[in-house]
């Protein structure tokens, strides 16, 4: 095409896009969202590097194993994590900002036609007595939660090493392998 041509056919498409005739492309304004959700994740890929770097220090587990096995290395897992993340403290992974985006997308969800079965599916365990820490481990007196699919459709994917649950309103952040609670948000359902 010729450049007089192309000039023509561009200048037609400004006019009848409504663009500024000035000849600049005006980009569309950052998404906050998705700068929260840059920086929620990097801090997951920071923790999971950390927890990579951990757990190729251990011997692996044989498969199939057995329990006792599977329990040795989670125990090991979590004192290496541990001693790792002393400084750790809740709000390192879950910031404010995350917090927040946190709580908009699970409100969409509870507020949806399968709201309210969504939410009693989460709070049907009484959980008052159960007091989270960061770096300490799930609480062994509670079930581990299931997430409903519809809350996991709208929260930033984890690796696989890490698993959202609840422990009634809180919205726990969960080292599977250690078994520990990385970070946690209180609240969460609103």
């Known amino acids: 095409m010729s450049t007089r041509l192309f000039t023509l056919v561009a200048a037609a498409l400004i006019v009848t896009l409504g663009a500024p005739t000035t000849g600049a492309f005006q980009t569309p304004p950052p998404n906050p ?14 923790y ?13 587990v044989p498969s199939p194993a057995t329990p006792e096995l599977v329990a040795q290395h989670q125990s090991a897992m979590e004192r290496l994590l541990t001693r790792a993340r002393a400084g750790a403290r809740r709000g390192d992974i879950f910031t404010d900002p995350v917090r927040a985006y946190i709580r908009r997308q699970l409100s969409r969800v509870f507020s949806g036609p399968d709201g ?6 989460i709070l049907d365990e009484d959980t008052r007595a159960v ?23 709208v929260l930033p994917r984890l690796p696989d090493a890490l698993e ?19 970070d946690f948000m209180e609240k969460a359902l609103g």
């Open 33 to 46: 969202d998705a700068q929260v959700i840059a920086d929620f994740l990097d801090r997951v890929k920071r």
């Open 48 to 60: 999971e590097a950390l927890h990579d770097k951990l757990e190729s220090s251990l011997p692996n």
């Open 116 to 121: 309210a079965r969504v939410r009693a599916t």
């Open 131 to 153: 007091k989270l820490t960061v770096n300490s481990r799930y609480p062994s007196t509670m079930p581990v939660s299931t997430v409903p699919p519809q809350v996991l459709l």
């Open 164 to 182: 959202y649950r609840f422990v009634g309103d809180t919205l726990v952040l969960l080292d599977i392998h250690a078994g520990t609670v990385v």
